[in-house]
């Protein structure tokens, strides 16, 4: 055993080599363990150079001749290096079943690095009713419904689809956690009876009703009936907009509702009326007919200060 840069541990296992009868007519091929062993060499040298992807390569195609355990443990790091978790934990745990005790004692630390490649893996478990379904992480199809195993993944953000023919797909954006077990409860909708409606709105932050139903903030989407359908948006500084559309079984329709400004009720003040003050005890009727912008002047709704016209006084 040998550590080879940059902190990979390569098993060297000594091979025996088969004799055969020399001939000098025509010199023998390469036996299959000579073959196995070339490849192997060739893989460390690779390991050495930081080139996985050729390591790989080499230390399967020796294990396809040989299944020397050693070649387990190699390639598992080079999944390692190339971040290739769930392959390199599948490597390491065959290494860990199959290797003899007196091999397994000269990889140092080994509980400690299934370990380590193990917290890089999580597993997906997927519920859905419709059989059949492609199951899509990261883009990659990992199996079909019904999913009778976890499958496992590299840890982190990642989006979920699934999809069937006749039905809309689902999708999911998970965090799948580290050396832990994600179940995903996927419902798929036929496009048969059923239609997807996206609504927006012209305004951020508006609430938006679809047939009464309240169904949280714009932008949303949601499964409806095919037919006709009533939105509604709301916002506190903007005055309540609806509108109808309809949507056919199979679609998905957008609908992007532009919410109206609000009234002038609601801008300004109007005063209009007779406000009463009392200067030193006496009554005084003040006249008010003014329109004032909110937030603009410096006195306030029903206030008069500094003298006053006779005029505007009465008893």
Known sequence: MRWRSPGFLLVTVAVSMATAPSSR????????TERA???KKQGDAAMDQLRYEEALADYDAA???????????NAARALQGLGRYPAALEKIEDFDRVAPPELKARAPALAALIAEIRSHVSKLTVSCKVPGAR?????????????DRPVALPSGKAVVEIEAEGYFPFRRAVDLPKGGVLLIEAQLVSRST?????????VPGADVFVDGRALGVSPVETFVDAGDHTIAATHPDWRTTETSTTVAAGQRKEVNLALKPPGLTSRWWFWAGIGAVVISGVAVGIA????????????????????????????
């Open 37 to 39: 062993r070339e490849l």
């Open 135 to 147: 199951v899509l992480v990261r883009n990659t199809v990992v199996g079909t419904t019904p999913m």
């Open 288 to 315: 008010l007919n003014t329109e004032r912008g909110a937030g603009t002047g410096d006195i306030a709704p029903g206030r008069v200060s500094g003298p006053l016209s006779p005029a505007l006084v009465g008893f």
């Open 194 to 202: 059923t239609g997807l409606l996206v609504v927006r709105t012209s």
């Open 63 to 73: 294990y396809r001749l040989e299944q020397d355990p050693a070649l387990l443990y």
């Open 25 to 32: 007519a025509q010199p023998e091929a390469p036996s299959v």
